[in-house]
């Protein structure tokens, strides 16, 4: 009787040790899921406080060196150096102060060079700022791309509405929710490419087309510059060439913001805009100024001008067409 008790005690234990064995790796396995989502999850919405983890740390190239530089003064956006002889600094790349402890990389979007001083303007710093007191550094320039997918391609193509100021968080946030490539002939302040003519007008752009980089997707955003039927006639025939080109899947036509300064125009412009889905089953119209109104703070203070959260609110809605 004892030997049959011993021997369903020790079944039972083994049961138990094969049940804690499975709930042991079921919670290793739990753990690791998470830890690996919550990395994904942090990457993915960090990006945005987190800009150096945008960039392809290991595909970056050295385009020139600059040599020795001392710094004069700096803040979150702005850096003036001594330099040793005047040099030509262009905002298309990146740039690094660096010495044997650490390299401080940024960005810049103009620059004002007087004799043996640089002062870098609209600049943000993608992974630190300088400690106080340290005041020898290099500088260099670097190629350091956006991280960035093979496909699908996006060209968003517009003037300063697509630019300047805080649109820089247009693509950026863009970018933070959807994995897609931007292309262009131009790079803004965050590195991620646009397409730009010097005053870009509809007619223009439709004479150009051939020079625009392909994607599967155009973003076309900036105000009509002459008479405005005469900008819609040549929007309109632009579509028609776009939608000839079978590797294009989407055309987004935005609505210019309506400003207290805005001619009437405008109004004119944007309330034909949807029309332009009768040429081409490819067109979608994006009503800008649907999701601006909702609140002030979607503006510049006083400026005729779209804030960076307003930006970042129309970036949130233009993702999701994708």
């Not at 150009?208 to 955003?221: C, G, M, S, T």
């Not at 503006?299 to 993702?319: F, M, P």
Request: hydrophobic fraction near 40%.
């Amino acid at each position: 009787m004892m030997i049959l008790i011993v021997i369903e005690y020790l079944r039972n234990l083994q049961t138990v040790i094969l049940m804690y064995n499975k709930l042991k790796k079921a919670i290793y396995v739990t753990i690791t899921l998470l830890i690996g989502y919550l990395s994904w999850d942090f990457a993915n919405k960090e990006s945005r406080n987190f800009p150096s983890l945008n960039y392809d740390w290991s595909k970056e190239r050295v385009v020139n060196d600059f040599g020795y530089v001392t710094i004069d003064s700096f803040s979150d956006n702005y850096l003036k150096l001594k330099v040793a002889e005047e040099e030509t600094f262009q905002p298309t790349n990146t740039f690094s102060i660096y010495n044997e402890a650490k390299s401080y990389y940024f960005r810049f979007r103009y620059v004002l060079l007087s004799k043996n001083n640089v002062v870098f303007k609209d600049l943000f710093w993608l992974n630190d700022q300088p400690e106080t007191g340290i005041k020898n550094f290099k500088l260099k320039e670097v190629d350091l791309p956006i991280k960035s997918v093979l496909e699908p391609k996006i060209v968003t193509i517009g003037d300063e509405l697509l630019f300047q100021n805080e649109a820089k968080y247009f693509r950026r946030e863009i970018n933070r929710r959807i994995n897609i490539k931007f292309v262009g002939n131009h790079k803004d302040l965050f590195g991620y490419e646009y397409y730009y003519l010097d005053k870009i007008n509809f007619s223009l752009l439709n004479k150009e087309f051939y020079n625009v980089p392909k994607a599967q997707n155009i973003l076309i955003f900036f105000k009509p510059s002459n008479d405005i039927e005469d900008e819609l006639l040549s929007l309109q025939q632009l579509i028609d060439q776009i939608d000839k080109n079978k590797n294009v899947e989407k055309i987004i036509v935005m609505s210019i913001p309506i400003f207290d300064e805005n001619k009437i125009n405008y109004m004119l412009f944007n309330k034909k805009i949807p029309q332009l889905k009768n040429h081409s089953n490819k067109v979608v119209y994006f009503d800008v100024n649907k999701f601006l109104k909702v609140s002030p703070s979607n503006y510049r203070d006083d400026k005729n001008e779209i804030s960076k959260q307003g930006y970042e609110k129309l970036a949130k809605e233009v993702s999701k067409l994708f």
